[in-house]
């Protein structure tokens, strides 16, 4: 009588539970570096690729399994920032990161197509605010790595070290210069509740027409940048002035009968999405400066609206 074959992987369940537990976190980890969620899931996809391609004896031989999983996920995300540049100096128009919904605006709709809620393994807090992201933006591959895994994520300087390749020293260097970055873009951010009236006010203005209802909510020195990835129209340059934008989106509004504007969490703050004929056209964040809006980014590619067309009630 044949003996039954061993399991594939003959680990103990605690131990399993523990790597796979770690998924969250490298989730978060990635959408903050990358500022697409579709290539956080890949990046993390391919780490755990890595991880189940070791040996039981490598993987057991590995003190801190948790450990590996971020210094290979760090690696992957660093290597994609690095084709990501070249790909965004392509890009048709302004390239904004990837927006959020928040998890209670998410419906089933997703999860029965066999992917859970984004909401649920992204943290909303001000590190995925827009703001953020986009200066994150702004930083080499190197000064983001270095600055979201220690300033972000507490991770110690001879860690981070291990990830990129240098230095600690070096990489402390390389935080200080983020944090610069980070500090030179900080704006007083209005109390939560004055965010979602000044964009309740925002909204009723633009569905009234109101053009001097728009300037008066706007910064003068207001700028609105959108993102089609070349597959929507949409203006291809930045927007600036707070008559010039408030024209605009009027312009929209004429040129787009139907329109419906939604007040929607975006990234963890106050946000618009827009629907037309009951599909997500666009989602809009905000940044805020006292009680006027200094910062619009309105998302228009489709291939960034992926969540908000499946998750949005019409």
Same mark, same amino acid.
């Given at each position: 009588?044949?003996?039954?074959?061993?399991?594939?992987?003959?680990?103990?369940?605690?131990?399993?539970?523990?790597?796979?537990?770690?998924?969250?976190?490298?989730?978060?980890?990635?959408?903050?570096?990358? @500022?697409?969620?579709? %290539?956080?899931?890949?990046?993390?996809?391919?780490?755990?690729?890595?991880?189940?391609?070791?040996?039981?004896?490598?993987?057991? /031989?590995?003190?801190?399994?948790?450990?590996?999983?971020?210094?290979?996920? #760090?690696?992957?995300?660093? =290597?994609?920032?690095?084709?990501?540049?070249?790909?965004?100096?392509?890009?048709?128009?302004?390239?904004?990161?990837?927006?959020?919904?928040?998890?209670?605006?998410?419906?089933? #709709?997703? /999860?029965? @197509? @066999?992917?859970?809620?984004?909401?649920?393994?992204?943290? $909303? =807090?001000?590190?995925?605010?827009?703001?953020?992201?986009?200066? $994150? %933006?702004?930083?080499?591959?190197?000064?983001?790595?270095?600055?979201?895994?220690?300033?972000?994520?507490?991770?110690?300087?001879? %860690?981070? /070290?291990?990830?990129?390749?240098?230095?600690?020293?070096?990489?402390?260097?390389?935080?200080?210069?983020?944090?610069?970055?980070?500090?030179? /873009?900080?704006?007083?951010?209005?109390?939560?509740? @004055? !965010?979602? #009236?000044?964009?309740?006010?925002?909204?009723?203005?633009?569905?009234?027409?109101?053009? #001097?209802?728009?300037?008066?909510?706007?910064?003068?020195?207001?700028?609105?940048?959108?993102?089609?990835?070349?597959?929507?129209?949409?203006?291809?340059?930045?927007?600036?002035?707070?008559?010039?934008?408030?024209?605009?989106?009027?312009?929209?509004?004429?040129?787009?009968?139907?329109?419906? $504007?939604?007040?929607?969490?975006?990234?963890?703050?106050?946000?618009?999405?827009? !629907?037309?004929?009951?599909?997500?056209?666009?989602?809009?964040?905000?940044?805020?400066?006292?009680?006027?809006?200094?910062?619009?980014?309105?998302?228009?590619?489709?291939?960034?609206?992926?969540?908000?067309?499946?998750?949005?009630?019409?």
């Amino acid at each position: 009588m044949s003996t039954p074959p061993e399991p594939a992987h003959d680990r103990s369940e605690p131990a399993l539970s523990a790597v796979v537990g770690e998924r969250r976190r490298l989730i978060n980890l990635a959408y903050r570096l990358l @500022g697409s969620l579709a %290539e956080a899931e890949d990046a993390v996809q391919e780490t755990y690729t890595r991880w189940y391609a070791l040996s039981q004896r490598q993987q057991e /031989a590995i003190e801190s399994p948790g450990a590996w999983l971020t210094t290979v996920a #760090g690696r992957v995300c660093l =290597d994609v920032l690095g084709s990501a540049r070249a790909r965004r100096e392509r890009y048709v128009g302004t390239w904004i990161p990837e927006p959020l919904p928040d998890r209670t605006e998410w419906i089933s #709709g997703r /999860a029965s @197509g @066999g992917r859970s809620d984004p909401a649920d393994r992204i943290t $909303l =807090d001000e590190s995925v605010s827009m703001a953020f992201l986009v200066v $994150l %933006e702004s930083m080499t591959p190197a000064e983001r790595v270095a600055f979201v895994l220690h300033d972000v994520f507490r991770y110690s300087f001879a %860690e981070v /070290a291990e990830i990129l390749g240098r230095s600690p020293a070096a990489c402390r260097q390389l935080a200080s210069s983020a944090r610069r970055r980070v500090r030179a /873009a900080q704006a007083p951010v209005a109390p939560a509740a @004055g !965010q979602a #009236g000044l964009v309740r006010h925002f909204k009723e203005a633009w569905e009234a027409r109101d053009i #001097g209802a728009l300037v008066s909510l706007l910064d003068p020195d207001a700028t609105m940048s959108a993102d089609g990835g070349g597959r929507v129209g949409t203006v291809l340059r930045p927007v600036e002035g707070s008559e010039r934008i408030a024209q605009y989106l009027i312009h929209i509004a004429d040129k787009a009968p139907g329109l419906k $504007l939604l007040e929607r969490t975006v990234n963890g703050r106050p946000g618009l999405v827009a !629907q037309h004929t009951g599909v997500t056209v666009t989602v809009a964040a905000f940044d805020l400066a006292g009680d006027r809006i200094t910062r619009i980014w309105a998302v228009r590619n489709p291939e960034k609206l992926r969540a908000w067309t499946l998750s949005e009630p019409t």
